[in-house]
């Protein structure tokens, strides 16, 4: 194990003792970033790369034990059963995961993004005004699907943003925001739109030892034009040519909330024989997805891989085992950021792209008050990946 530390903050002192809340819908991933976060700073202090003179900088946890119980009515309190007096507190919250319930007249309700969401306002409460500074990092942004306002809407995502900085958060931490321009909204408040770009593209060239990433072998594809600067991203860090779906939707009705999609319409170069990656935030349903992998492959596509932050599959994995069996998409690379079903992690299209170890070290580098810059940027971490891949 090498040391975590960015450059120049080995000598930097803590901005105070670091404490994570780790909520229930995000239990594993926390766990994980816990134990990245020990085994890290243990590292870091016997091979003298910090002098142990921080108070508490060295712990068995950093996880503050917590509650969020609920009476039978359904209302629900947090309870904090550790002190956070004078601490950095990181509260990490997964507000998709549907499998965490609670009890209400006697019946099991399942939990929904908006009772993750008041758990996180209940945790804050709780704190009463006590720790230093509150970090707030929810990797899929509550209503970020509902980001812009169209004739008589809410404005749901932008009003709790604003919600969040009137509770007196310092600092909001997302990943891969369905659209980042929200954070318009607070814009006096710290908002950081993250994206697993390295991560992916490791994954990638792990699940892959054969494949070839040049133009002639490889395209990226955007299935949407609200997508295009992801795609973008990806394909000028690979050096790849992109390619993009536009979608012709019926706006003379509406459906589950969304005009119909008609048909998908491609533009781009020829895909005659290359290796496709597919690049989107989310999976939902998976059927717009599902839809361009078939379109991709009549036009001749090699193998088609799909690359997204979260994998939400809300229709369940039957459709995506139908595309594999039948040769349709190769693989789909998903981060742990959010809860991902027993189902969908053992199937053999899933490749899981771990984010613990990302998150310890932007956690880390803030309790030590640094800029996390070097991390948002992982051009030169691709290219040595993609250097040392091609030898």
């Known amino acids: 194990m090498a040391s975590s530390f960015m450059p120049g903050m080995e000598d930097k002192i803590p901005y105070a003792p670091l404490g994570i809340i780790s909520l229930i819908g995000s239990r594993e991933l926390g766990n994980l970033v816990d134990t990245n976060l020990v085994q890290q700073r243990r590292f870091n202090v016997e091979n003298g790369h910090v002098p142990l003179h921080f108070p508490?900088?060295?712990r068995e946890s950093y996880l503050i034990d917590h509650a969020t119980p609920r009476f039978a009515s359904g209302e629900g309190k947090a309870i904090l059963r550790d002190s956070v007096?004078?601490?950095?507190?990181f509260i990490l919250a997964d507000i998709s995961n549907y499998t965490c319930t609670y009890k209400m007249f006697g019946k099991d309700c399942p939990m929904s993004p908006d009772d993750h969401f008041q758990d996180i306002k209940r945790v804050i409460a709780a704190i009463s005004g006590k720790a230093r500074r509150i970090t707030v990092i929810m990797p899929l942004l509550y209503e970020s699907r509902q980001h812009k306002r169209s004739a008589r809407e809410s404005l749901d995502c932008a009003l709790a943003l604003q919600e969040l900085e009137h509770l007196g958060i310092n600092n909001i931490i997302t990943f891969d925001a369905h659209d980042p321009r929200v954070q318009n909204a607070i814009p006096l408040g710290s908002f950081e739109n993250i994206q697993p770009t390295y991560q992916i593209v490791k994954a990638l060239v792990a699940?892959?030892?054969d494949i070839e990433i040049n133009k002639d072998k490889m395209i990226v594809i955007s299935p949407d034009e609200g997508g295009m600067s992801r795609s973008l991203f990806f394909a000028s860090m690979l050096g790849l040519d992109v390619g993009m779906f536009y979608k012709r939707r019926d706006y003379s009705r509406v459906v589950n909330g969304r005009?119909?999609?008609v048909s998908?319409?491609?533009l781009g170069d020829s895909v005659d024989g290359k290796d496709v990656l597919i690049v989107d935030d989310m999976i939902s349903s998976g059927e717009s997805v599902l839809d361009i992998a078939r379109d991709l492959k009549q036009r001749n596509a090699r193998r088609i891989?799909?690359?997204v932050t979260f994998g939400l599959f809300t229709e369940g994995v039957d459709a995506f085992n139908?595309?594999?069996e039948e040769g349709i998409i190769s693989r789909v690379f998903s981060t742990n950021l959010n809860y991902r079903t027993p189902e969908v992690l053992n199937a053999p299209w899933y490749v899981n792209v771990d984010m613990a170890k990302f998150l310890s070290l932007i956690i880390d580098t803030l309790n030590h008050d640094q800029s996390i810059s070097p991390l948002l940027n992982p051009a030169d971490k691709i290219n040595n990946l993609l250097a040392k891949f091609k030898k």
């Open 264 to 266: 998908h319409e491609f």
């Open 305 to 307: 891989n799909v690359a």
């Open 207 to 209: 699940e892959y030892p």
């Open 85 to 89: 007096r004078g601490h950095d507190i």
């Open 322 to 324: 139908k595309a594999y």
């Open 259 to 261: 005009n119909p999609i």
């Open 56 to 58: 508490a900088y060295l």
